[in-house]
């Protein structure tokens, strides 16, 4: 009891010294004043990409955040931006790593953790030549247009059942069967879903995976920011290995199915599995490193587009000079006789801008995963000591009334008037990050955002629930990594096309 009391005595002391030095020695940004131990945890707010923001209006566009005795910087405009993930990005490229995390990728043997070296140089050649090449994105088109259609199908349904009519809809419900089936037909070549919506034992158990993931991470949480708390907060050793061997052993399932399905057929397929398969020796890819990257694109892939398209759909129909100007482009290009596919993206500029904005507006992931420093390095004038968290602040960049004429206006034709590129060029838009660390999908999320949207708009006229204007909305956001809307869109949808135009046509690659 005796040493358990001098150790509580000697924290903060221990916290004050490691304070003070970094103070002492480095010029850090300005930001609120840290507490013992703690630092600004307590501060921060639930919603933290806002809170970041707001702090940014009162200390300026760089600040310092304690989280416990972990350094966290957070940057909110273009030019630090750029700095970060430009200027100085060699310096800025390594990965903070909690420990779920280290768990997760094998200690980094993926993309999304690995820290900047070989190894991730490697395995983004890999993503970047082989898995997201222009040649196999549009090798994979039947697919995520075939899972597009299926929703259509499946709202059609259900708003025109008689006992729905004039109902409002649980938008994220048919957005949410989009993604999931999409990325497991992109990643694995498999539908878990069979035509009745009915999930199959591979899928249902990829699903418990996946909320077992996340069950494990929560309790985690305060002790990756106060290493002095992990022993109250211990690593369950055996809950990750158990995990981890459930993981792979439904990854080397599939595995197996496609090294069978190979042999029959004589060659491989398109999607991820099949391809890095036969990868595997030209690249010298480990087991492990294959696993990762396919459950990377899962967790990346999983809720990120549908998250999009929900907040995309959520400011249409508080717009609906926006939606209607929409279909009356898709009406004068596509027409009543057939559907949208991705090939018409080119004739449809304004789709596009709507896509666009939403992800400006509504960016999936508003704080970028933290880009560790991998030595000491000045940003904005501001020493960064090497070990700190930089994390980007995309929100907040993109509503930034210095660069965003009335920023907080969901206006396409912005993007009409300046074509603005979001894949990491202009870093006055940043839904997909810059630099060394862009996500090498960006097109693929692009595609499926754009053709998810285009597709409800062209079969749909969308409008809020019965009795509830559009100014009464929820437009605020759940905390997290990844922005849910805090009440999930409810809307009431109504068909706009033929009815032969409500079927799907079921593809298999």
């Not at 940004?29 to 209006?57: E, H, M, S, T």
């Not at 717009?319 to 929409?326: E, G, I, S, Y």
Request: one cysteine or more.
């Amino acid at each position: 009891m005796a040493a358990l009391l001098l150790l509580l005595l000697l924290l903060p002391a221990v916290f004050l010294l490691h304070h003070l030095y970094h103070r002492l020695r480095f010029r850090l940004p300005p930001g609120p004043r840290p507490l013992p131990i703690v630092g600004n945890l307590y501060d921060v707010k639930p919603v933290r990409f806002r809170c970041f923001a707001d702090w940014a209006q009162s200390y300026g566009p760089i600040i310092s955040v304690w989280f416990g005795s972990t350094l966290n910087v957070i940057v909110s405009n273009t030019e630090l931006a750029k700095e970060v993930l430009k200027e100085k990005d060699q310096q800025l490229a390594d990965r903070h790593r909690s420990r779920s995390a280290a768990k997760f990728s094998r200690d980094g043997q993926d993309l999304i953790w690995a820290d900047y070296g070989p190894h991730y140089v490697k395995v983004r050649k890999v993503c970047t030549l082989e898995l997201f090449s222009p040649k196999r994105l549009e090798a994979l088109r039947p697919i995520r247009e075939d899972e597009v259609t299926a929703m259509v199908e499946s709202i059609y349904h259900d708003c025109t059942a008689p006992e729905n009519a004039g109902k409002s809809l649980l938008v994220k419900k048919y957005l949410g069967a989009v993604a999931f089936n999409n990325i497991t037909r992109l990643a694995f070549g498999k539908r878990f879903v069979n035509s009745e919506g009915i999930i199959d034992k591979q899928g249902l158990e990829f699903k418990a995976i996946v909320a077992n993931g996340l069950k494990l991470v929560h309790p985690l949480a305060m002790a990756e920011h106060i290493p002095w708390l992990r022993w109250m907060f211990p690593l369950d050793e055996d809950a990750f290995a158990k995990h981890g061997a459930r993981r792979d052993q439904l990854t080397r399932e599939i595995m197996e199915e496609h090294t069978r399905a190979r042999e029959e057929s004589g060659g491989a397929k398109q999607h991820f599995f099949d391809a890095l398969l036969t990868l595997k020796d030209k690249y010298d890819l480990s087991e492990d490193t294959i696993i990762g990257l396919l459950w990377d694109m899962i967790t990346a892939g999983m809720d990120t587009t549908a998250i999009s398209v929900e907040w995309a759909m959520a400011e249409l129909i508080k717009n609906p000079r926006v939606q209607q100007k929409a279909q009356e482009e898709l009406d004068r290009v596509i027409g009543y006789e057939r559907v949208m596919t991705e090939l018409d993206f080119s004739n449809l500029p304004y789709l596009q801008c709507v896509a666009k904005e939403a992800l400006r507006l509504h960016p999936p992931t508003p704080l970028m995963l933290p880009h560790r420093s991998n030595s000491n390095v000045k940003i904005g004038g501001y020493d960064i000591p090497k070990g700190s968290n930089v994390h980007v602040n995309v929100w907040a960049v993109a509503r930034d009334p210095a660069v965003w004429k009335n920023p907080s206006e969901f206006r396409p034709e912005r993007f009409l008037e300046e074509d603005v590129d979001m894949k990491g060029h202009d870093f006055r838009l940043l839904p997909f990050g810059a630099g060394r660390r862009v996500c090498p999908g960006a097109q693929l999320g692009i595609n499926l955002v754009a053709s998810m949207i285009g597709h409800l708009l062209h079969h749909f006229n969308w409008a809020p629930p019965s009795g509830v204007s559009t100014n009464e909305m929820d437009m605020g956001e759940n905390p997290g990594l990844v922005t849910y809307m805090r009440t999930p869109l409810e809307a009431v949808p109504t068909p706009r096309l033929p009815s032969d135009l409500y079927k799907r046509i079921a593809v298999d690659l």
